[in-house]
């Protein structure tokens, strides 16, 4: 079945090329042209993933994926039309998977699509990863892609998930930021090391709500590696 992806936003030129550029890699698309009527496409039919600009009127992007993380954990991939960092990191945090700055390559667009796509698929029965994870108090399952602390439900998007699997699967390791986003991607797809840290921060934020206030600890001047995970 092809994916469906909602296209969010604000300049008709934009959404034509995008969702051409979807629909000849074989996906379904269906597009607004700003927030509100973003969040009522998504309650009319859940989308597989929205491409969400952050700079539309009214009711921006950050604020459509704020609304959307209250019920709904639909990947989110965010369009900047300026090149500053601020709108990446806030995109992230808000609980966005990835971002694309305009102009962009639709190729590239396309490419991380499918990347985010392929980590939020359910799991065939025979591929399925059926070990667990544990350290401390977290506990990851990637075959129904849950995750815990201490018995408490995190809410992690599928860039997270993977992030935090890869500290999991070698808590020993201090991870270089390559390799941080390497077992998040597994593409060759490039991005920033501000980036990478967005997606740490909101990883910490999310257990640190849970109880968790030690889940991954910088070591200066080389990368990350997973903390005592403790309350």
Known sequence: MPHNILVADDDPHIREII??????AGM??????DGAAALQAVERRAPDLIVLDIGMPEMDGLEVCRRLRQRSDVPVLFLSARDEEIDRILGLEMGGDDYVTKPFSPRELVARVNVILRRARPVPAEEADDRQFAHGGLMLVPASHAASFEGKPLTLTAIEFAILKGFLARPQHVLGRDAVMANAYQSNIHVSERTVDSHIRNIRAKLAAAGCVD?????????????RCGG
Not at 28 to 33: F, Q
Not at 221 to 226: Q, T
């Open 19 to 24: 969702c051409f550029a979807l629909e000849k």
């Open 28 to 33: 379904k698309t269906a597009a607004v042209a």
């Open 215 to 227: 889940a991954i600890e910088t070591v200066h001047g080389v990368g990350f590696r997973l903390g």
